[in-house]
Nanobody, 116 residues
């Protein structure tokens, strides 16, 4: 059993910053990557960023490159998403996902709202 818990969402003005956290617990020994996805109202869930657990290689959606940074703390089984220069189009529910040998595990989501 693996549990993913996100935190750090909220309301921010255009140009502001937020930092999301996601802590994984349980049987996480086979974790090989963690990432962030988001889903805006009326839209499909989309990829935001991903980080490999070993080596720390990162991947980003074009829409967030240069503004968002994903990082990890292996000792805490935690991944972070630093979001800068936020735009109204970044408004969405942000979900954490953990890739393990047994499958992908999702968090419950955290709301990010960017006001114009």
């Amino acid at each position: 059993q693996v549990r993913m818990v996100e935190s750090g969402g909220g309301l921010v003005q255009t140009g502001g910053s937020l930092r999301l956290s996601c802590a994984a617990s349980g049987r996480t020994f086979s974790m090989y990557a963690m990432g962030w996805f988001r889903q805006a109202p009326g839209k499909e869930r989309e990829f935001v960023a991903r980080i490999n657990w070993i080596g720390g290689i990162t991947y980003y959606a074009d829409s967030v490159k240069g503004r968002f940074t994903i990082s990890r703390d292996n000792a805490k089984n935690t991944v972070y998403l630093q979001m800068n220069s936020l735009k109204p189009e970044d408004t969405a529910v942000y979900y954490c996902a953990g890739d393990l040998s047994g499958g992908t595990y999702w968090g419950q989501g955290t709301q990010v709202t960017v006001s114009s």
